[in-house]
């Protein structure tokens, strides 16, 4: 079983689940479509089917994401119009959902970039785990560039990737810069031809479906966890995660498969 979205294409095979942003004809816009709440929707499936190990998401067409409808904002149409009380609740219930999915997200998270990605497309690249790009990809912090700020949150991830000195370079210039930048400013786990990106994303996906299934979502979710607990704190969270794991039969699998020089093959439990 599946999700049947709105604006995006979902499949699953073998433990890793591929969300593809479906509307080229606006350039992946994230407003103005059904892409935030198929996002969700998608992070929520995952999260809630322990099969699933590993979320690429990925594009059809020549952008990855666009970010905000431009046209919209010119409008006032959508979340851009009605009140100052009622654009910020807009945000809240709108693309800033979809911040807080992502970066919830229980499984490992692959943004597979294929073309430009800017403002909350750039933003949606940098809430993921793991990055790669094709040779092709474009990507810039650009919403100073309409006099507005990065209302999804933008901020906030991008210092925790390249520090603040760059991430504040990048997002009070607005500028676009290439995948080849990208990479050697560490945005990128990767970067590939363009014929190959989609291999690629596909083949670290099911790297990381091939590891037990608990200890995956448990490892990620401690990582988060360590970013704002102190040591003391996070060294009990981690004895308790820790006996948990001890006592599930995956362990004792990869245990043996380990003695016994073979693969594992994990159930979940």
Not at 109 to 118: E, F, L
Not at 179 to 194: H, N, S
Not at 208 to 213: G, M, Q, R
Request: hydrophobic fraction near 40%; charge should be negative; glycine fraction near 8%.
């Amino acid at each position: 079983m599946t999700l049947q979205l709105k604006d995006a294409l979902f499949s699953v095979e073998d433990g890793v689940a591929r969300l593809s942003l479906n509307r080229d004809d606006v350039r992946n816009a994230l407003t103005g479509t059904h892409l935030v709440e198929d996002i969700c929707q998608a992070v929520q499936w995952c999260n809630d089917n322990t099969d699933i190990r590993c979320l690429i998401i990925a594009a059809e067409g020549k952008a990855f994401s666009a970010g905000g409808n431009i046209k919209e904002m010119r409008d006032r149409g959508g979340m851009f119009g009605g009140s100052t009380s009622e654009i910020s609740r807009q945000y809240r219930a709108g693309i800033q959902r979809m911040s807080r999915a992502v970066f919830n997200a229980e499984v490992v998270t692959i943004a597979a970039i294929n073309g430009p990605a800017v403002g909350a497309g750039f933003d949606l690249c940098c809430m993921c785990d793991f990055r790669i790009a094709a040779d092709s990809a474009r990507f810039g912090e650009t919403f100073i560039n309409l006099g507005i700020i990065p209302g999804d949150g933008g901020a906030w991830f991008l210092q925790r990737l390249v520090g603040y000195q760059r991430a504040a370079e990048l997002t009070l210039s607005g500028r676009v810069f290439d995948a080849a930048e990208a990479e050697q400013l560490g945005l990128l786990l990767e970067r590939v031809a363009d014929d190959e990106l989609d291999a690629a994303a596909d083949k670290l996906a099911r790297s990381y479906a091939s590891k037990p299934p608990i200890a995956l979502r448990q490892t990620k979710r401690l990582m988060k966890t360590a970013q704002r607990q102190e040591l003391g704190d996070f060294l009990d969270l981690c004895a308790d995660v820790q006996a948990q794991c001890h006592h599930s039969d995956d362990h004792h699998e990869a245990v043996s498969a380990f003695l016994e020089k073979r693969p594992g093959v994990f159930t979940g439990k």
